[in-house]
């Protein structure tokens, strides 16, 4: 199984940009998913994570402004980043808890991360 992350780049303060995770490999069912990010010097911490069919939490540096989505069909998930700002800038990096035909029991897995530059 491997989780793909895309979507980070460049944005002025103020912009929008669309994160997505994608799941390949022989998976069963998607039980969570998650977003984190990490600023250079700081240790990673949550954005926004939800259960598969559960409600979503959300760090509060982020509630209102970010929306977290999952396409099960599609094994994607998304993260819409509205009104950013400088202090969003990081790597962004998506987790998925997933039960796949190659293991018992749910497992988490992570992305490579995705870079998020935010300017002024």
């Known amino acids: 199984v491997q989780l793909q992350a895309s979507g980070g780049g460049l944005v002025q303060a103020g912009g929008s940009l669309r994160l997505s995770c994608v799941a390949s490999g022989s998976i069963l069912s998607i039980d969570a998913v998650g977003w984190y990010r990490q600023a250079p010097g700081k240790q990673r911490v949550l954005v926004a994570r939800?259960?598969?069919?559960?409600?979503?939490d959300y760090a509060d540096s982020v509630k209102g402004r970010f929306t977290i989505s999952l396409d099960n069909a599609k094994n994607t998930v998304y993260l819409q980043m509205n009104s950013l700002k400088p202090e969003d800038a990081a790597v962004y990096y998506c987790?998925?808890?997933?039960?796949?035909?190659?293991?018992?029991?749910?497992?988490?897995?992570w992305g490579q991360g995705t870079l998020v530059t935010v300017s002024s």
């Open positions: 939800a259960p598969s069919g559960g409600s979503t």
């Open positions: 987790m998925m808890v997933l039960t796949t035909t190659s293991q018992f029991g749910p497992r988490e897995y």
